[in-house]
C-alpha cells in the first residue's frame, strides 16, 4: 500500500507542489492503481501468447520494388515555374 509519505517523496522528486487535499487524493488513487496490479497480478495467462499490439495489425503497404526513376524532362512538366533543368522557387529572406 502506498503511503502518503511516498507521495510527497514522489511530488518532491517532481518538484511538485502539493496540498495536503491532493495528497490524500493522489494517496488515494495510487493506492487503487497499485491495487488493480495486484489483482491483475493473479490472473493465470500460462497459456496466453504476448503480443505486441491490443489488435490484429496488418501491414496494408505494398512490397517494395525497384522502379526506374521519372527523367527530370517528366519531373518538371508539372512544377509551376522550371528553369533548365531545376525547380524554380521564390526567394526567400532579404
Known amino acids: 500500500m502506498i503511503t502518503r ?9 517532481a518538484r511538485l507542489s502539493l496540498s495536503e487535499k491532493e495528497e490524500e487524493l493522489y494517496t488515494e488513487q495510487l493506492g487503487n492503481i497499485l491495487q488493480y496490479f495486484e489483482e491483475l497480478k493473479a490472473i493465470d ?3 496466453v501468447e504476448p503480443m505486441s ?9 505494398r512490397e517494395d520494388e525497384v522502379k526506374p526513376s521519372p527523367g527530370h524532362e517528366s ?3 508539372g512544377a509551376p515555374d522550371a528553369e533548365k533543368a531545376f525547380f524554380r522557387v521564390p526567394k526567400i529572406g532579404d
Open 5 to 13: 509519505d511516498t507521495v510527497k517523496h514522489i511530488a518532491k522528486l
Open 75 to 77: 519531373v518538371l512538366e
Open 45 to 47: 495467462t500460462t497459456n
Open 53 to 61: 499490439h491490443a489488435l490484429q495489425v496488418v501491414n496494408i503497404m
